[in-house]
């Protein structure tokens, strides 16, 4: 019995990631792109039989754990939707690691980098993205993998971003990388 009032504890004492805000337009993203992006995590998550309330461990540059929360029901037409599952993967990423590198940062989405570039994102300050101005104060890496595999693991795919980033011309601003896997599910995050 200890150990459940324990564990129910620990669960309020995390902070919760809730899915349903990226509907809403917030986040530095609009609320078009914020469905979208939910309903492909969503897909994710359903595959590897996550409900709602599920932990989402982080590893790397903040050690702490979330809750995940959501609302919508999967149906068979959004599965339907997301059979491509390598494009699910990776806008499911999207969007729990755009509710992550706020909730460890306190930065939004600002932008899209064009394809081929170090980043997939820039990333400001809430007050900047609110009034318009595009001021970055770092960018954003995002990758996905559904189930981890051997040959394709979280630290595997981190070591490879910062490798490809490092690589490439020199930035002024930092750039994070955030890693989402679903089978557990679980991100790393490094900062370069």
Not at 47 to 52: D, E, I, S, V
Not at 88 to 93: D, I, L, S
């Given at each position: 019995?200890?150990?459940?009032?324990?564990?129910i504890?620990?669960?309020?004492?995390?902070?919760?990631?809730?899915?349903?805000?990226?509907?809403?337009?917030?986040?530095?993203?609009?609320?078009?792109?914020?469905?979208?992006?939910?309903?492909?995590?969503?897909?994710?998550?359903?595959?590897?039989?996550?409900?709602?309330?599920?932990?989402?461990?982080?590893?790397?540059?903040?050690?702490?754990?979330?809750?995940?929360?959501?609302?919508?029901?999967?149906?068979?037409?959004?599965?339907?939707?997301?059979?491509d599952?390598?494009?699910?993967?990776?806008?499911?990423?999207?969007?729990?690691?755009?509710?992550?590198?706020?909730?460890?940062?306190?930065?939004?989405?600002?932008?899209?980098?064009?394809?081929?570039?170090?980043?997939d994102?820039?990333?400001?300050?809430?007050?900047?993205?609110?009034?318009?101005?595009?001021?970055?104060?770092?960018?954003?890496?995002?990758?996905?993998?559904?189930?981890?595999?051997?040959?394709?693991?979280?630290?595997m795919?981190?070591?490879?971003?910062?490798?490809?980033?490092?690589?490439?011309?020199k930035?002024?601003?930092?750039?994070?990388?955030?890693?989402?896997?679903?089978?557990?599910?679980?991100?790393?995050?490094?900062?370069?």
């Open positions: 019995m200890s150990i459940d009032l324990h564990c504890q620990q669960s309020q004492l995390m902070k919760k990631l809730n899915l349903d805000e990226l509907r809403n337009g917030s986040y530095g993203i609009s609320k078009n792109i914020g469905a979208f992006l939910t309903e492909a995590a969503l897909v994710c998550l359903h595959l590897n039989q996550h409900p709602p309330g599920t932990t989402l461990y982080v590893d790397g540059f903040s050690d702490k754990s979330f809750i995940l929360d959501w609302s919508d029901q999967v149906t068979p037409a959004i599965v339907r939707s997301w059979k599952l390598n494009e699910a993967t990776e806008y499911g990423a999207t969007a729990l690691a755009t509710l992550l590198i706020q909730a460890i940062s306190g930065l939004v989405i600002g932008g899209r980098v064009p394809q081929q570039e170090q980043a994102y820039i990333l400001q300050r809430p007050e900047n993205y609110r009034i318009n101005i595009i001021e970055p104060e770092a960018f954003l890496k995002v990758s996905g993998i559904l189930t981890e595999k051997r040959g394709n693991t979280i630290n795919r981190v070591e490879r971003k910062e490798r490809h980033i490092k690589q490439g011309a930035r002024n601003y930092p750039t994070y990388i955030i890693v989402i896997e679903f089978g557990k599910p679980k991100s790393k995050i490094a900062k370069i």
